[in-house]
């Protein structure tokens, strides 16, 4: 009577777990020493008989579907076509992607089978890397069958457990997501879903494991692709956003939103459901963020993206630019307007971000900029990111309120003369040195550094210089501080320069026939000087005249001191 009533019991109880759903103990795997088994991985197998089953290794999971097992086969005389130590490191992508798989929260798995192939050439299913093909194949009820070709020696055996790992949660796509979204992907080409189904097997690998080397051949593609290329056309090389929404959501915000992807190849379809997993603001903090290269793998390393730069965009008057943001594409510009004050009216004002060069912080474009006097405000990078299915004509109205003055009767600035310089040869000691053979002595200087920017204003730095030295029965010292901002302008070989600020001081003491004499000085700078100059590469040179008495000639050298 106890035992009737105890079976009674456990038929009762699987009863409920059938009802509700569950699964009490996972089904048996398939037997390897069958071949229309083995015909599941690869169709070469139906009809065979030679082959020598043995289980390599074999792991436990617990998903949302209940417990599952992983396990690895190969024929018994196997791992002679891959690098040594190739098999291991598959079962150490085994066991990292079963650990890593509870933190994605909630995920259904089945049991899964790996069966390891040596020496076949791949079939028509491809998912190729260096030395190594795989493929990941389920049909509902039934195991997950993933087929890992072991090439040739050329594989790798570094980056056998980032692949095995990759094909691993393609298993659990297949079981967490309907059938109709897994049918959007396009055999691993670009195209309906492979772009979310491909990049998120990508980030996975790198949460299990560390990043291997071919995932910067993913971050190459995008940093190449990406300017004028949709993210949903894209394949494995959108790897870059899956690294970046696991970086702002965490692991567990990677399902919810495959969840949300479409049941339909069509790119509206896929678009559609791009604007609705994440509202605007989100994704234009992606394209902020990957210009910024603020994206880091699942073990938390930067993917090491180097972002193109955009064309610049620049303005010396009033006047409209128009440019196109498709639906998923990152848009980045430099934008640079030149001396004066600019009204600027962005249609629509949504859709992008602005920051000055100088910023780490993207903001909205400001409604004005004053550029008459400090010069380092004009100069913006610039994203755009529309994320609808439809293209937006972005229109950039800027209009010039107010227009600098002219400097030395010339707007004109020589585009080799922008940039930072420092003085690399004073012509003044030379020059002394040639017209006062009398005088002995010694010139050091400092901070002799200027920055000539595009829209025609310049800032020096804190120049310092001492001389010592005797003239006849005199010896003297003197010393002086200047600094100098303003406006320039280049016109037939002049090199004008406007001084809107300057400052300078010093003090000259001179001791002759025993007699200490101190004068303070203030040097003269003139509203405006133009002299002679000539610039090339690095180097630019600028001439004083001194009368009758030759000129000086100083070299500056290109860059920061």
Not at 52 to 67: F, H, K, Y
Not at 78 to 102: K, L, N, Y
Not at 333 to 360: D, V
Not at 529 to 549: A, E, I, K, L, V
Request: net charge negative; with cysteine.
């Amino acid at each position: 009577m106890p035992r009737i009533a105890s079976t009674l019991g456990l038929l009762l109880f699987f009863a409920l777990m059938s009802m509700l759903g569950a699964s009490p103990a996972r089904a048996e795997f398939g037997n390897c020493d069958d071949p229309n088994y083995l015909a599941k991985f690869d169709e070469r197998f139906a009809g065979s008989h030679d082959f020598l089953c043995t289980e390599v290794a074999r792991v436990d999971v617990n998903s949302d579907a209940g417990p599952s097992g992983i396990r690895v086969i190969q024929h018994l005389n196997g791992d002679w076509a891959g690098e040594a130590g190739s098999v291991a490191e598959i079962v150490h992508g085994v066991s990292a992607a079963a650990a890593a798989m509870p933190r994605l929260g909630s995920f259904r798995m089945q049991d899964t089978t790996i069966l390891l192939v040596d020496g076949w050439a791949l079939n028509d299913r491809r998912e190729v890397w260096d030395g190594y093909g795989g493929y990941a194949d389920f049909t509902p009820g039934d195991e997950c069958h993933i087929t890992i070709y072991m090439l040739g020696p050329a594989g790798r055996a570094s980056y056998a457990a980032s692949i095995v790992a990759h094909e691993l949660f393609h298993c659990v796509q297949r079981a967490s997501l309907t059938q109709e979204q897994i049918a959007t992907s396009n055999a691993g080409a670009p195209g309906g879903g492979t772009w979310w189904i491909e990049g998120s097997a990508e980030w996975f690998a790198t949460l299990a494991l560390p990043a291997p080397p071919y995932e910067n051949q993913r971050v190459d593609a995008f940093d190449a692709e990406s300017p004028d290329r949709r993210l949903d056309d894209m394949a494995y090389e959108s790897y870059p956003f899956f690294a970046w929404l696991g970086g702002v959501r965490g692991a567990t915000g990677l399902m919810p939103f495959m969840h949300q992807m479409a049941s339909d190849f069509s790119p509206r379809a896929q678009q559609a459901a791009m604007t609705a997993v994440l509202p605007a603001e989100d994704w234009l903090h992606f394209a902020e963020d990957y210009l910024d290269q603020n994206i880091h793998d699942g073990q938390g390393a930067s993917i090491g993206s180097t972002p193109q730069d955009g064309d610049t965009l620049e303005w010396n008057e009033t006047r409209t630019e128009r440019i196109v943001l498709h639906p998923f594409t990152i848009v980045r510009r430099n934008l640079t307007m030149h001396c004066g004050r600019w009204g600027i009216a962005p249609r629509p004002s949504q859709a992008h971000a602005a920051k000055p060069a100088t910023s780490s912080t993207w903001n909205a474009l400001p409604s004005d900029i004053d550029n008459l006097d400090n010069g380092g405000h004009g100069d913006f990078r610039f994203v755009g990111f529309n994320a609808t299915a439809s293209d937006v004509n972005f229109q950039l109205a800027v209009t010039r309120t107010a227009e600098c003055a002219e400097c030395g009767g010339s707007h004109e600035v020589d585009a080799c003369m922008v940039g930072d310089w420092r003085m690399t040869t004073d012509g003044a000691e030379a020059w002394m040195r040639e017209h006062l053979p009398n005088f002995h002595g010694t010139v050091s200087a400092s901070g002799n550094v200027i920055k000539m920017r595009s829209n025609g204003t310049f800032g020096t730095g804190v120049a310092q210089t001492e001389s010592s030295g005797t003239l006849g029965g005199a010896a003297g010292y003197g010393q002086l501080t200047g600094q100098a901002a303003g406006r320039w302008s280049t016109s037939g070989g002049m090199l004008n320069m406007c001084y809107d600020a300057a400052s300078g001081s010093g003090t000259v003491r001179v001791m002759e026939h025993g007699h200490l004499t101190t004068v303070p000085v203030t040097p003269h700078v003139p509203a405006v000087s133009s002299t002679r100059y000539s610039c090339s590469g690095n180097t630019f040179t600028q001439t004083m005249p001194m009368g009758t008495h030759g000129e000086v000639t100083s070299i500056y050298t290109r860059g920061a001191p």
